[in-house]
């Protein structure tokens, strides 16, 4: 007889981890569940589930939280003041061009410091993509 091919890559590389005997029934529990091998299952959570990472507070993350924080809620007092200015400009005020132009100019600096300040947060945590466009 004939043996059966298969058009799967070779994989010659193991991993290897230690579970509890709960932990172990429970992933054995949830291959037989979904009729998959424990190489196969293991294969999907790996490359097709969505991992949530988990931020430990410590005394000087504590600190930067609380930092940004305060920086959240001045973001959110300078947007309030930018958005009476432009309602007062649209409301058949005069146009001036130098407010009209100093108030691009603060649209773009504000963008640009949260940039930075969500790169600060990215890099301290560890997350090189929160501050990727």
């Given at each position: ?40 299952y293991i294969r999907q959570a790996i490359f097709y589930s969505r991992i949530t990472p988990v931020i430990r ?37 005069p146009p001036y061009q130098g407010l009209s132009k100093e108030l691009r100019e603060a649209a773009a600096d ?24």
């Amino acid at each position: 007889m004939k043996q059966k091919t298969y058009r799967t890559p070779k994989r010659h590389c193991v991993i290897k981890t230690r579970l509890t005997e709960a932990e172990r029934a429970d992933f054995e529990e949830r291959c037989s569940t979904l009729s998959m091998s424990q190489s196969e299952y293991i294969r999907q959570a790996i490359f097709y589930s969505r991992i949530t990472p988990v931020i430990r507070v410590s005394q000087n993350s504590e600190e930067l939280l609380t930092s940004v924080s305060s920086l959240v809620a001045q973001y959110g007092k300078i947007g309030s003041n930018l958005n009476q200015i432009a309602r007062y400009l649209n409301e058949g005020s005069p146009p001036y061009q130098g407010l009209s132009k100093e108030l691009r100019e603060a649209a773009a600096d504000l963008a640009a410091l949260k940039f930075d300040v969500l790169k600060v947060i990215g890099e301290a945590y560890g997350n090189d993509k929160t501050y990727q466009f």
